[in-house]
């Protein structure tokens, strides 16, 4: 069993209410989580002590019983701020020794169902890429009117005088401590162009059936846009656990405009639905991830 010495905070771990509050556990026991993935533990591993530390706090206020589904919750939060974080850990790594700075953007805002609004994907470019005769121009006339939730993961490319400018060093360092309270997209938001862009990715525990379809939305239309524009993005799905079925579908499956390309007869076309799928468990496999991520 992993033990660890952490101060009372049940008043913090818990709502009124007797839920978790999963980002104040997280935020207490990140200094154990980065130690004991340091010495190469299994994030599976790490998950389940937090879950017996939540456990055994929960104990000493309630005689109640936490419910599986509230561990559940949260246990998947966890593991996708433990990747989050270490892929900007990776991140702040690359670029002590690169010139060509890389920055991983976690917690980007929901994209808002509103008139006049854009995806917040669309958001990050400068106003000036839409115009006549710029990269993203062909979006000028319905960019008000795409709309795919936002992604996990967006991995760009810039230069060493816009990663000082924005003061990008130390938004990536608190992001890395704090993955879900980034504040690094609202810094850059309208300051991109198209040519930035290294790669998009979900980044989820697992695909259960029920949340494929999210995920899938998403990149079929940024798969869309990146053929229509001859960018050259890239998107990965990246899960702690991936089932065989969605090695099946990820590897498989056609983009919607793939069909119609079909269709049209237009060969040696680029449809492939998903760039690449990657599992991760611990330390060493996230950076190779990320290494995955951050090439050209």
Known sequence: M????????????????GG???KEVYKDLAEKIIQLLDQESNIIDVINWMKQEVCEKYKKNSSKKLTDGALNNCSGAWNEYIAASYLTHFCLKF?????????????LPPTRIKNGETATFLKLFQSEEFEAGKPLSMLNDIRNRIFFPSPDLVVLSV???FYTSFDIDSLLKKQEKAP?????YKKIEGTIQSSNVRSIASLKTSYRPDRRYQPLFETAMLKAI??????NWRYYM??????????????NLISPHGIV????????TQSRFVDNTYIYSDKKSLLEIFSELAKR
């Open 2 to 17: 992993l033990n660890n010495n952490i101060r009372d905070v049940e008043k913090e771990w818990f709502t009124k209410s």
């Open 20 to 22: 978790i509050q999963g």
């Open 95 to 107: 670029n002590e020794s690169s010139k060509d700075k890389i920055i991983v953007i976690t917690n």
């Open 159 to 161: 230069n060493e005088h």
């Open 180 to 184: 879900y309270e980034s504040s690094l």
């Open 226 to 231: 990146t053929y229509g524009l001859e960018q």
């Open 238 to 251: 990246i899960a702690s656990k991936v089932s065989k079925s969605d090695e099946i579908l990820f590897e």
């Open 261 to 268: 390309l079909k269709y049209l007869d237009i060969k040696n």
